[in-house]
């Protein structure tokens, strides 16, 4: 079974500044696809980005972006330029075929 | 374009009674998933429909909870004779395909939080 961890519960950066969430993921597919969900004291999941595993590339959207090391099963995210509204959960979830898994979460403070 | 939706928002419900939770996916979408969120945990899969079809409901609980997706209509989660331990918020999100290209991502609802007293 597919598994994804979240290895950092809380992590905070200051307003202007970047930040990596960290995840990885156990899995013995070659094709399936990767995501970052944001969840806003709102409590609705907003999706972040999206990678395919078949793409080398990095999938990049606007301050964020994702370091995806296949070999390594990593799925980084990347938030640059950090604001007051990307106080959130942050959820890496995995899918296959429909399939999709979620980590534990990263509760992310950007401190003004 | 109206993004998924759910309802009730909130859903107060004594021990025994029954709850049910309604989604309604994207505008053309034709695939649905509920999930559920224990305080302070990541999202973890309940069960997928299709229209009038259960495609996999392995995470759901065999007793008590039922989910269907009718022809015409919002999908349904059902719980019946409620327990405090099911209190939890329940996500539905919607996808246009079933994978293998673009359109199989997963748009969410904003979530119904049933308390069970």
């Known amino acids: 079974a597919q598994t994804v961890t979240q290895s950092q519960p809380e992590m905070s950066v200051q307003e202007a500044e970047t930040v990596t969430l960290s995840c990885t993921y156990d899995?013995?597919?070659?094709?399936?696809?990767l995501f970052w969900y944001k969840q806003p004291p709102s409590r609705q999941m907003i999706l972040v980005i999206r990678?395919?595993?078949?793409?080398?590339q990095n999938a990049t959207e606007n301050r964020f972006s994702v370091n995806f090391q296949k070999a390594a099963k990593s799925f980084s995210l990347k938030i640059s330029d950090s604001q007051l509204g990307d106080t959130a959960m942050y959820f890496c979830?995995?899918?296959?075929?429909?399939?999709?898994?979620f980590g534990a979460g990263t509760r992310l403070t950007v401190k003004p | 374009n109206a993004g998924v939706m759910q309802n009730p928002r909130h859903l107060v419900r004594r021990r025994g009674q029954e709850a049910r939770l309604r989604c309604s996916p994207m505008k053309g979408h034709s695939h649905v998933y509920w999930y559920r969120q224990l305080p302070e945990e990541g999202l973890k899969f309940m069960v997928y429909l299709q229209k009038e079809n259960i495609i996999d409901e392995s995470g759901m609980p065999k007793e008590r909870f039922s989910a269907e997706f009718p022809k015409e209509g919002p999908s349904i989660l059902r719980i019946q004779q409620v327990v405090r331990g099911d209190s939890a918020a329940y996500f539905c999100?919607?996808?246009?395909?079933?994978?293998?290209?673009?359109?199989?991502?997963?748009?969410f609802g904003p979530g119904t939080r049933l308390t069970v007293l």
């Open positions: 999100a919607s996808s246009l395909t079933s994978g293998g290209s673009t359109g199989d991502t997963q748009y």
């Open positions: 899995t013995s597919e070659n094709n399936y696809y």
């Open positions: 979830a995995f899918m296959r075929d429909n399939d999709m898994r």
């Open positions: 990678q395919e595993a078949y793409k080398q």
